[in-house]
């Protein structure tokens, strides 16, 4: 078949009548497919599993500097864990401040406390028309954290390097713009790794608000599918140069790592990001989970450890993301009715599917048995104008289910922009 919008009618209505035959068929298997999360598979955890037999009774609970890790105290965490996320992230280990299980709840967290106390200014409640941006399509939770706390959410555009720096450096002139959303490595959901010179325009950016920062999700740093790994520059280094030091709040975690309820997250930033934020830990807690810290520590001694760890799961994600990628390249290619990313990382595929016809798609894979996250998800308050793009998650389920899944959404795209084309 060629391009749907160049061919008669006579054509469409018989490719449509094929179409309808073939997802009928799907849908009589009344499969049970989910591809809505990012949740690691049983395959990726089960990895990890060797590290509950790295602290106990047999093993001790000390960590290097001799703290009893089942004791209260170690505020922002154990030396070894420190070191490691800074080498994960390339910034000392003084820089780093090792959190519980979710790095979402350390970014809630910060924003919570920057509503009440500031960030270094006033309350941030005291902005009324206080707004964040969110580059587009992005990643649902974060966007609802700024909502959640009263922000107007402004989309900003992205394209292949990364967030429109226009837009940025435009709206940042706005004293009622807070902070940015970046998920600079492996983007989710479109999977693309900032450019050099996007990064350095975000770290030379000079925002009206003194309090404006920038949420530097780096969640998927380590996270290839390939042998060949995107590169991303260092924000704080390129912040340091350009007299930006507190413009980042960088966060990560080992959620997609080891496990996603019982990994370990930081956050980190400046010397004065970092004091800041430390002061208020001191009513917070008297101690996270260092038992967690140390079966993390004891398991990867340093970075080249998680990465070796990471090929391991990199092996088990790669033939999913492929099953993905082979049924879109010949089921959809050449029919100008969708375009998907195809990342060297990271836990998605983001498809665009004709204008219009996103809810329809997520809709008709539902009805055949298939959750896909919710179309408009990607966008602020779920709203996608054009309602085109659709965020793929292939980790969780296996190879065999993920083709099948692949099935009934490259049918569906194509059902979906079919009964569009023909209604009009
Ligand atoms: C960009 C991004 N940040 C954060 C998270 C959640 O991280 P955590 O498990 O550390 O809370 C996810 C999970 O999908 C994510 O995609």
Not at 69 to 97: H, S
Not at 166 to 186: L, S
Not at 405 to 416: D, G, H, P, T
């Amino acid at each position: 078949m060629t391009e749907y919008l160049k061919a008669d009618k006579a054509e469409l209505e018989k490719e449509f009548k094929a179409v309808r035959k073939e997802y009928e068929a799907l849908r009589a298997l009344h499969l049970s497919l989910d591809m809505s999360r990012g949740k690691p598979g049983f395959d990726n955890m089960d990895l990890s599993e060797k590290m509950f037999d790295l602290v106990g009774n047999d093993t001790g609970f000390k960590n290097i500097s001799g703290i009893d890790c089942r004791n209260y105290g170690g505020l922002d965490g154990l030396t070894e864990m420190k070191t490691l996320f800074a080498e994960i992230l390339d910034l000392k280990p003084d820089q780093i401040i090792v959190g519980g299980n979710s790095s979402l709840n350390m970014m809630f967290d910060t924003i919570a406390q920057a509503m009440t106390h500031g960030m270094g200014a006033e309350p941030w409640y005291e902005c009324k028309e206080r707004k964040f941006l969110c580059p587009v399509p992005g990643y649902d939770r974060h966007f609802a954290i700024a909502e959640y706390f009263g922000f107007k959410l402004i989309p900003i555009e992205m394209d292949s390097e990364g967030p429109i720096m226009e837009q940025v450096e435009e709206w940042v002139q706005d004293e009622t713009v807070k902070g940015i959303w970046c998920v600079p490595k492996y983007s989710n959901p479109n999977g693309i790794t900032y450019s050099d010179r996007v990064v350095k325009r975000m770290a030379a950016l000079k925002p009206k608000a003194r309090d404006f920062r920038i949420f530097w999700d780096n969640a998927y740093a380590v996270h290839d599918l390939y042998d060949t790994s995107d590169e991303l520059l260092n924000i704080y280094n390129e912040c340091v140069k350009a007299g930006n030091p507190d413009l980042p709040l960088i966060f990560t975690s080992s959620s997609k790592i080891t496990f996603p309820g019982a990994g370990v997250a930081a956050e980190a930033g400046s010397p004065n990001n970092v004091a800041m934020l430390k002061d208020r830990m001191q009513y917070q807690t008297i101690g996270p989970d260092k038992l967690n810290q140390l079966r993390h520590a004891r398991m990867f001694h340093n970075r080249s450890d998680v990465e070796k760890h990471m090929k391991k799961l990199a092996d088990k994600l790669r033939p999913k993301f492929d099953a993905v990628l082979t049924a879109l390249e010949s089921n959809l290619s050449g029919l100008g009715i969708a375009q998907w990313t195809k990342p060297n990382g990271g836990y998605f595929i983001s498809l665009n599917v004709m204008d219009g016809c996103a809810k329809r798609v997520t809709q008709l894979c539902a009805n055949a048995g298939m959750t896909l996250t919710p179309a408009g998800a990607t966008y602020p308050y779920g709203y996608d104008a054009k309602d085109s793009n659709i965020r793929i998650a292939p980790s969780f389920p296996n190879v065999e289910e993920i083709s099948k899944a692949a099935e009934v959404l490259c049918v569906s795209v194509k059902y979906a922009a079919l009964e569009k084309i023909l209604e009009n």
